[in-house]
């Protein structure tokens, strides 16, 4: 089987994390703009192939494509045990849209997370859409794919992490939740639906994102890019190498 990683940002950081690629298909009618990542498979050892954009679009899945896709093996989960080391871990319960998927990793990645969390069943896996809306994050985040986040919850809690979900009711907010400060997981539910009931009953606490707009919630995506760099903030913010500083 072939996963294909399309477009151009996603492609290239594949190249630059040094990720197996079978080869990279770039459309007949591309001109100077992909010389570079050209240039760059060829170096890192990776086959360049010319064809014709319904091919690329096939390839994809229909997913845009930029006129460069990768086609890779299948993806490869990580073990929840072998996540690196990281105060931060984010765990997804039931996001169920691959680009939200995509958008959640792409912020978790920024924000210097050891690893993504997302459920086996009724619940987005890594796909060409969830690649293109990473913008390459898929390619250095590592994923554990686990059957119960309430058992991945509890891994997790044995490893030193608290965990904390997003929840519209919740009465903290993420600038006033204490669990945030220490090695957390950062758990965010599904589109609509948000916490599972039973993940909602195994966390250690509740924040919200607050509202000051007529509006009553965000997306996934946003929510959890805002109760990430929290985080962030709260650590002191990146330093220059990408690791997360100590607060003072």
Do not use: C
């Not at 978790?108 to 050891?114: I, L, S, T, V």
């Amino acid at each position: 089987m072939t996963h294909a990683i399309p477009g151009r940002g996603p492609v290239a950081e594949a190249l630059r994390a040094g990720r197996a690629l079978r080869e990279v298909v770039v459309d007949t009618r591309a001109g100077d703009a992909v010389d570079g990542l050209v240039a760059a498979a060829r170096a890192a050892g990776v086959s360049v192939r010319r064809a014709e954009r319904a091919d690329l679009d096939q390839l994809s899945g229909g997913v845009l494509h930029q006129g460069v896709v990768a086609a890779a093996p299948p993806f490869r989960y990580t073990p929840l045990a072998d996540f690196v080391e990281s105060p931060l871990v984010v765990v997804l319960d039931g996001v169920t849209d691959p680009q939200n998927l995509g958008a959640i990793a792409r912020s978790a990645e920024a924000a210097g997370a050891g690893g993504l969390v997302i459920r086996e069943r009724r619940g987005a896996s890594v796909t060409p859409a969830a690649e293109k809306a990473s913008a390459g994050a898929l390619s250095w985040l590592p994923v554990a794919m686990v059957p119960n986040v309430v058992r991945a919850l509890a891994d997790l809690r044995e490893r030193g992490f608290w965990s904390v979900g997003l929840a519209g009711e919740a009465v903290d907010t993420v600038w006033d939740a204490p669990l945030l400060d220490g090695p957390v997981a950062v758990v965010i539910g599904g589109e609509g639906s948000g916490l599972s009931r039973l993940v909602r009953e195994r966390v250690d606490a509740l924040a919200r994102i607050p509202m000051a707009g007529s509006m009553t919630s965000l997306n996934a995506s946003a929510a959890s890019a805002v109760a990430l760099f929290e985080v962030v903030r709260r650590r002191g913010g990146p330093a220059r190498d990408g690791a997360v500083r100590p607060a003072h």
